[in-house]
């Protein structure tokens, strides 16, 4: 039987009324948003259900609400599928690795939740901090975006960020640098979009937020992972409550390593992927880093009714 991994995506996937769909299908489903409002301390599925794009922008409201949404549609999907037994691997993209996590057993519903609202709270922080941003690079490699960055930065902050998919990679920075990168990158023969983010995420300008989460982390309970979960900075498997702990710090400031996760899952045998949260970012991204892979995208409730189950079972 072909092996499945479960992955999540992270900030950016967002979407106006996520989520809103599944609290009167699904009882697991309305209890997660329930419990989230009292652990935040505010109405964070109101804005799920009915806040705006520039609501959902925010840092600080975007990942709780991302994290949280996914987890909906998990617990939702969980009363029909043994989940963690049928989706055996799991991944997520930044933010979304916290729900890999979750999924995992490695982090508790309590936990997770505090974790992402004070994680996005102080990449918020940090990037009010300082004038800085993100491009995306079309058409190049590792090699070439880190040359880039070292010509663009001229004694500034500007490195890989995201390294998503063959030819697509972000980089983060001082925005000064970012404005140089667009126009060197564009003399270089390559595309180069500037980002609407708040800051330079995964970047050494986001260390005051990786200090602050180390401080959070501290206290908090991890469990080894019951299934394999794969680590964002290192492009393998985490190995346990210690090296988790320390990676989701290192995570802030270094650069997601999202292509090389996939393509270990697919040399591992999970041809099959189950995209769970709001939007359908990862499923391009998978395709893009192998065409053979096939991925489902669930984000609604009419995702888990009309998916043949068979296909993530």
């Given at each position: 039987?072909?092996?499945?991994?479960?992955?999540?995506?992270?900030q950016g996937?967002?979407?106006?009324g996520?989520?809103?769909?599944?609290?009167?299908a699904?009882?697991?489903?309305?209890?997660?948003y329930?419990q989230?409002n009292?652990l935040?301390g505010f109405?964070l599925r109101?804005?799920?259900?009915?806040?705006?794009?520039?609501?959902?922008e925010?840092?600080?409201?975007q990942?709780?609400?991302?994290?949280?949404?996914s987890i909906?549609?998990?617990?939702?999907?969980?009363e029909?599928?043994d989940?963690?037994s049928m989706?055996?691997?799991?991944?997520?993209?930044?933010?979304?690795?916290?729900?890999?996590?979750?999924?995992?057993?490695?982090?508790?519903?309590?936990?997770v939740?505090?974790?992402?609202?004070?994680r996005g709270?102080?990449?918020?922080a940090a990037?009010?901090?300082?004038?800085?941003g993100m491009?995306?690079l079309?058409?190049?490699?590792?090699?070439?975006a880190?040359?880039?960055?070292?010509?663009?930065a001229?004694?500034g902050?500007?490195?890989?960020?995201n390294l998503?998919?063959?030819?697509?990679?972000?980089?983060s920075?001082?925005q000064?640098a970012?404005?140089?990168s667009?126009?060197?990158a564009?003399?270089?023969?390559?595309?180069?979009?500037?980002l609407?983010?708040?800051?330079a995420?995964?970047?050494?300008?986001?260390?005051?937020?990786?200090?602050?989460?180390?401080?959070?982390?501290?206290?908090?309970?991890?469990?080894?992972p019951?299934i394999?979960?794969?680590?964002?900075?290192?492009?393998g498997?985490?190995?346990?409550?210690?090296?988790i702990?320390?990676?989701?710090v290192?995570?802030?400031?270094?650069p997601?390593r999202?292509?090389d996760?996939?393509?270990?899952?697919?040399?591992?045998?999970?041809q099959?992927?189950?995209?769970?949260?709001p939007n359908?970012?990862?499923k391009?991204?998978?395709?893009?880093?192998?065409k053979?892979a096939?991925?489902?995208?669930?984000g609604?409730?009419e995702d888990?009714?009309q998916?043949?189950?068979?296909?993530?079972s």
């Open positions: 039987m072909q092996k499945k991994a479960a992955i999540f995506p992270g996937s967002q979407l106006s996520m989520g809103a769909d599944l609290v009167d699904s009882a697991r489903a309305k209890e997660v329930e989230a009292a935040v109405d109101a804005l799920c259900f009915e806040g705006t794009p520039e609501q959902l925010a840092t600080d409201v990942q709780p609400a991302i994290l949280v949404t909906a549609l998990l617990e939702a999907l969980g029909r599928v989940t963690r989706l055996s691997a799991t991944a997520g993209l930044s933010l979304g690795e916290y729900t890999a996590l979750y999924h995992a057993g490695c982090l508790k519903f309590e936990d939740v505090r974790l992402v609202q004070r709270q102080l990449m918020q990037a009010n901090a300082v004038d800085s491009v995306s079309i058409g190049v490699d590792e090699n070439q880190k040359s880039i960055c070292d010509e663009a001229q004694g902050v500007l490195s890989p960020a998503n998919c063959p030819g697509q990679i972000v980089i920075g001082d000064a970012c404005d140089r667009v126009e060197l564009s003399q270089k023969g390559f595309r180069a979009v500037a609407k983010v708040a800051g995420f995964h970047s050494p300008l986001m260390q005051s937020a990786a200090d602050g989460l180390a401080e959070v982390l501290t206290d908090v309970e991890i469990n080894a019951s394999p979960v794969m680590s964002n900075v290192t492009g498997y985490h190995e346990n409550p210690q090296s702990r320390k990676l989701l290192d995570q802030v400031t270094q997601v999202w292509q996760c996939v393509e270990k899952l697919i040399a591992d045998g999970y099959d992927f189950a995209e769970i949260g359908r970012v990862l391009g991204l998978v395709r893009k880093i192998d053979s096939k991925t489902v995208s669930i609604k409730i888990i009714k998916q043949d189950l068979a296909s993530i």
